[in-house]
DNA sequence: GGTAAACCTTCTAGTCACTAGAGGGTCAAG
DNA sequence: CTTGACCCTCTAGTGACTAGAAGGTTTACC
């Protein structure tokens, strides 16, 4: 199959699958008489497991380690379950830091009283100390 | 000032600083004898407010937005509030997305029965047809 | 056999917001 | 007069693609 078949197959841009060919995620496939890439069931088997593990915002570095695992069909599964908790570890300390973020924006959103810029709190809201515009004024 | 008080200042480092710079997002100070940057409280302020807002995930052209918008003292506040609730939506959307991953991730990782890579839910869960390793095997 | 469209190839450069490093210049203290 | 802390410019790297140029191949149709 050429690359564009395998890339409706699995969804993914014919120049994302070169570009893993080229990082070395995706083994390149044999080529055609006309020097056409010519992708079998596996590359589509292999190119979906990578395309689902970027869906879940694992790294390609962590889906690196993850496809070695599952080739060693013997190993034990703990050393997947622990790249998938840390994964899971990373998306929650980033869920309570934009958590955070929204709240803070909210509040910062909410003070906004809709004057001019000169009596604006958001803008207000943006110096984090005391300091003020001092346009030509003495300090 | 140098750049160092005010990467101190401003808890910036220069490389950033110079970034702002180069990038138009900060004024180009004077010069000393020596070509050093000789900053004043002006920059200061206008990078703290800049820092602050990147704290707060504005991107560097929301921030340009913003502090174009903050000189103009008259103007109304309203297209400032426009660019913090685009924000706030955007941050909202983020959540959403990474709320559901959270919760997919959390069963995925829930399956594990800590036996072989050969029966691992992880694995499986990471193809999502009934895709299966053919290894050597005849389809 | 000709040709046009759809597909493929490689290579390069762009995105975002920095960060790191090379290779040098300046300045104050001892 | 040298040491060390600071500063300068310029280039290249990060992650995970994406876009575009300039060309080659295949297929369908007349």
């Given at each position: 199959m050429h690359i564009g078949?395998?890339?409706?197959?699995?969804?993914t841009k014919a120049e994302t699958i070169r570009y893993y060919e080229q990082i070395g995620l995706?083994?390149?496939p044999p080529r055609t008489a006309g020097n056409?890439?010519?992708?079998?069931?596996?590359?589509?088997?292999?190119?979906?497991?990578?395309?689902r593990a970027r869906e879940l915002g694992f790294s390609i570095e962590q889906i690196r380690a993850l496809l070695a695992l599952a080739d060693d069909r013997e190993q034990s599964c703990d050393a997947?379950?622990?790249?998938?908790?840390?994964?899971?570890?990373?998306?929650?300390?980033?869920?309570?830091?934009?958590?955070?973020?929204?709240?803070?924006?909210?509040?910062?959103?909410?003070?906004?009283?809709?004057g001019t810029i000169a009596e604006c709190r958001i803008i207000e809201s943006?110096?984090?100390?005391?300091?003020?515009?001092?346009h030509g004024g003495r300090p």
């Open positions: 078949e395998l890339a409706r197959l699995t969804d995706l083994a390149p056409y890439r010519d992708y079998a069931a596996a590359h589509v088997h292999r190119l979906r497991f990578t395309r997947v379950d622990a790249i998938a908790r840390a994964h899971l570890n990373e998306i929650k300390r980033k869920l309570t830091d934009l958590t955070a973020l929204r709240r803070e924006l909210e509040s910062v959103i909410g003070q906004c009283r809709h943006l110096v984090p100390l005391g300091v003020t515009h001092h």
